[in-house]
């Protein structure tokens, strides 16, 4: 999700005013000293008075201007840069761990500069989550996205080499034994299921008067043969799923049965 | 009291077995392998057949690869650590599919069976899987997570660059996958009939290994001759345990007797 701050809103113009910023733009041209005063200027364009002295004053600007970044320019850009190489190799900052990066950062610098940025975080060397969002905001080529997880010895092993040894030896085999269809192509996992697990994880809607503030619901226990279960499933290519192997919960290991009462 | 096979609750042909956890073991794999073989032996058996799964060790039993081996079915290892992304099924349009599938109707059975006040069992989630699994592993869904993988058709370019600068300590720039293996096909098919033993057990540790090599097989042997050798000095152990125990409590029981005939003996008198 895009954390990036909105711009500015444009205070809404009065009805009857010329409400383009251009028109603004234009006007500011005649405000001098022979020209607008700051009062007919706030008439013409039916602002208050402050709000047409904030635009004469600050170049144009018509919301408010913020304090100025601690970091200059390029010290942003390097942080930025540093943000874009780190996400792709899985070495990602979350908005803590980057606050972090940004204290080691500020530590490395002069007295001075400490100083002033402790006066700005509070005592403290270590930016505030409303500061990274303001950094991100600056910066359009940056955003915030939802992260999954890989373990280390996967991300570990994803090397190309492997992956190249991978085909090469699928080439052979397919090769050495003749694999010229789908059907002669086979797969085959195990995956678990935890029916607590699933019942508690899985997310459903319910009706419900307006204002509820936790909507839950009750589930029923499960009985202890269905805490869980592993089915092997073995698929070909050519999508033909052959007889599913589920291994159930139960002490004496053979065929699964069940009493009938 | 009747019994219902639970198989019942499924499609022709499903197996459920009991185990207590309820996972796979050898014993577990050897039914398994039955099972599958049987069903090559049925589906295009003059074909030969490439059956990849993932390292996992509990997949290396030369048993149940010999009976998949006969049954015309080679077994292939893939590289371990790597069925993220070279595993048909671990693909989004296979258990991608499947798994939130069966959560929700495992959660909808639950809220069904809270009202009728009875807890959700065995037979409820098996009538789930049996649901969800034709619903997800369709032909089509299934046929798009092989060539998402590049299994079938070959295809060594679906794999991503972005996929591969994961755990890089670089970025990964300008790699050629498709060149490369045709660089490599030489050298994986020196190595592919050497098996690689590590701390005693077949590694699969950035390298594929066809498990129904004869090579292969011969050294998983190799390596089920020790382990063999502890369960049967463990059996042993425990069998002289219970001796022992057994000759204590004879032991223990002849003074015993020998007072209650002494005490027989003076009732008597």
Not at chain 1, 14 to 43: I, M, N, Q, Y
Not at chain 2, 178 to 191: G, N, P, R, Y
Request: hydrophobic share 45%; net charge positive.
């Amino acid at each position: 999700m895009p954390s990036t701050l909105p711009p500015p809103a444009r205070p809404a113009p009065k009805a009857g005013a010329p409400d383009s910023h251009e028109e603004r733009l234009a006007g500011l041209r005649l405000v001098g000293p022979r020209g607008l005063t700051t009062k007919a200027f706030a008439l013409r364009f039916q602002m208050s008075y402050a709000q047409a002295r904030y635009f004469i004053l600050n170049d144009c600007l018509v919301g408010r201007r913020g304090r100025q970044p601690f970091l200059t320019s390029e010290e942003e850009a390097v942080l930025a840069k540093f943000l874009v190489l780190s996400s792709p190799i899985g070495r990602g900052l979350s908005v803590d761990a980057f606050c972090l990066v940004c204290s080691l950062y500020l530590s490395e610098l002069s007295a001075e500069r400490q100083v002033a940025a402790r006066k700005l975080f509070n005592g403290s060397l270590t930016p505030g989550r409303s500061w990274v969002r303001v950094f991100l905001g600056r910066d359009p080529e940056l955003r915030k996205y939802r992260v999954g997880n890989l373990e280390e010895g996967r991300g570990r092993n994803s090397r190309p080499d492997v992956v190249a040894s991978w085909y090469a030896l699928l080439t052979l085999i397919f090769r050495d034994y003749n694999i010229v269809s789908p059907q002669q192509v086979w797969n085959m996992d195990e995956t678990h299921i935890n029916a607590c697990t699933s019942a508690l994880t899985g997310r459903s809607e319910i009706f419900g008067g307006v204002g509820m503030t936790k909507p839950e619901v009750i589930l029923p226990p499960s009985a202890s043969g269905a805490g869980a279960c592993t089915a092997a499933f073995c698929v070909s290519s050519a999508g033909v799923v052959a007889p599913h192997f589920i291994v159930v919960d139960g002490r004496v290991a053979g065929h699964g049965t069940v009493a009938m009462t | 009291m009747e019994y219902e096979a639970l198989a019942a609750y499924l499609n022709d042909g499903v197996v459920v077995w009991r185990r207590s956890p309820p996972g796979f073991d050898t014993a577990v794999l050897d039914v398994w392998a039955e099972v599958l073989a049987q069903f090559a032996c049925s589906y295009f058996p003059e074909e030969a057949k490439i059956l990849s799964i993932d390292g996992a060790k509990v997949h290396h039993l030369p048993s149940g690869l010999l009976t998949l081996l006969r049954a015309k079915v080679h077994v292939v290892a893939e590289p371990s650590r790597m069925s993220h992304f070279l595993q048909a099924l671990d693909n989004k349009s296979a258990f991608g599919r499947y798994q939130p599938d069966l959560r929700s109707r495992v959660r909808e059975s639950a809220l069904k069976f809270r009202d009728g006040g009875r807890p959700l069992n065995t037979p409820d989630l098996m009538r789930c899987i049996a649901a969800a699994a034709p619903d997800a592993l369709t032909v089509d869904a299934l046929k798009m997570a092989f060539r998402r993988v590049g299994m079938w058709p070959l295809d060594p370019k679906v794999v991503s660059l972005e996929t591969l600068r994961k755990g890089a300590d670089a970025p990964v720039m300008g790699i050629n996958l498709e060149f490369l293996t045709q660089q490599l096909i030489l050298a994986v098919h020196k190595d592919m009939s050497c098996p690689l033993i590590v701390n005693g057990t077949l590694s699969t540790a950035g390298r594929g290994a066809v498990l129904t090599a004869p090579e292969i097989l011969g050294a998983l042997e190799g390596e089920m001759d020790p382990k063999k050798a502890g369960m049967y000095a463990k059996a042993a152990g425990k069998r002289a345990r219970e001796a022992k125990a057994q000759e204590k409590q004879l032991k223990a029981a002849d003074p015993a007797r020998a007072k209650r005939s002494k005490a027989k003996v003076a009732e008597g008198a």
